[in-house]
C-alpha cells in the first residue's frame, strides 16, 4: 500500500499565489523526499528532509516535517506558470524501500 | 556525467513476448531501482538492488526479473508480457547512508514507455 498520500490530489491556483501541498504517512521514517513530474517526464528531485529535521528551504521552496503528526507539506512561494506539474512525496521507511504518494496535480493558472 | 539513462524509449509489444528493458548509471551509486507509473498513478516499486549481486522485491515484482552484475547496470526482464504490464517504466538510482542503507536523492531516468497489445 502506498504510504505518502498527498493532499489535495488536484489544486488550481493563479500565478503569484502560494502553493501548498501535503504528504501523511503511517510509519516512522528515516527521510522523506519530494519530487516534481513534468507531463511525461522523469521526476525531478526538489528536497530531502530527515526524520531528526523540521523544516528546509530551497529557492521558493519550503517543506516542513512534523514527525509526531507523521505528515509533512510542500510550500511553493510566488507561483509560476513553469511550477505546472505533479509533485510526489516518497517516503523512506528503511527497509530500503522508497514509497511514493499518487501525487498533487498542480495547475498555475497564468 | 549522462546520469541514468534507459532504452528504449518506447516499446510495443504482443502478449506472451518476452524483452528487456536497459538502465545505466555513470554516477557509482549503490542503490538502483525499477518503478511502473500507470496513469493519474503514483510509482509502484519493482525490483530494487543494493550493489552489486543484489536484488530484491518491491510491491509489484510478479511478472519481472531483474539482475545487477555490475554497479552501473540494472536490467529489468519482461518474462512474458501482459497487457497489464501496459506502463511508464522508470530506472533510478542513488548513493545510500547509514547503517540502514537508507536512500539519498534519487535520480530518475527519462522513462520507457511500454504498451503490450
Known amino acids: 500500500s502506498q504510504q505518502g498520500e498527498e493532499d489535495p490530489q488536484a489544486l488550481s491556483i493563479q500565478e503569484g499565489e502560494n502553493a501548498t501541498m501535503n504528504c501523511s504517512y503511517k510509519?516512522?521514517?528515516?527521510?522523506l523526499q519530494w519530487y516534481r513530474q513534468n507531463s511525461g517526464r522523469g521526476l525531478v528531485h526538489l528536497i530531502l528532509?530527515?526524520?531528526?529535521?523540521r523544516e528546509k528551504h530551497s529557492g521558493r521552496l519550503r517543506v516542513t516535517l512534523d514527525t509526531s503528526k507523521k505528515s509533512s507539506s510542500l510550500l511553493i512561494t510566488a507561483s509560476r506558470a513553469a511550477d505546472t506539474a505533479s509533485y510526489f512525496c516518497?517516503?523512506?521507511?528503511?527497509?530500503?524501500?522508497?514509497?511514493f504518494g499518487q501525487g498533487t496535480r498542480l495547475t498555475i493558472n497564468p | 556525467n549522462a546520469g541514468v539513462t534507459q532504452t528504449p524509449k518506447f516499446q510495443v509489444l504482443k502478449t506472451g513476448q518476452s524483452m528487456t528493458l536497459q538502465c545505466a548509471q555513470d554516477?557509482?551509486?549503490?542503490?538502483m531501482s525499477w518503478y511502473r507509473q500507470d496513469p493519474g498513478m503514483g510509482l509502484r516499486l519493482i525490483h530494487y538492488?543494493?550493489?552489486?549481486?543484489?536484488?530484491d522485491q518491491g510491491e509489484v515484482p510478479n511478472g519481472y526479473n531483474v539482475s545487477r552484475s555490475t554497479t552501473e547496470d540494472f536490467p529489468l526482464r519482461l518474462l512474458s508480457a501482459a497487457p497489464s504490464q501496459t506502463s511508464v517504466y522508470f530506472c533510478?538510482?542513488?548513493?545510500?547512508?547509514?547503517?540502514?542503507?537508507?536512500?539519498?536523492?534519487?535520480?530518475f531516468g527519462p522513462g520507457t514507455r511500454l504498451l503490450v497489445l
Open positions: 533510478a538510482s542513488s548513493f545510500t547512508y547509514g547503517t540502514s542503507g537508507d536512500q539519498e536523492t534519487q535520480y
Open positions: 510509519t516512522s521514517i528515516n527521510n
Open positions: 528532509i530527515r526524520s531528526n529535521e
Open positions: 516518497a517516503v523512506n521507511q528503511g527497509a530500503q524501500k522508497l514509497v
Open positions: 554516477m557509482n551509486h549503490e542503490y
Open positions: 538492488s543494493v550493489g552489486a549481486g543484489i536484488t
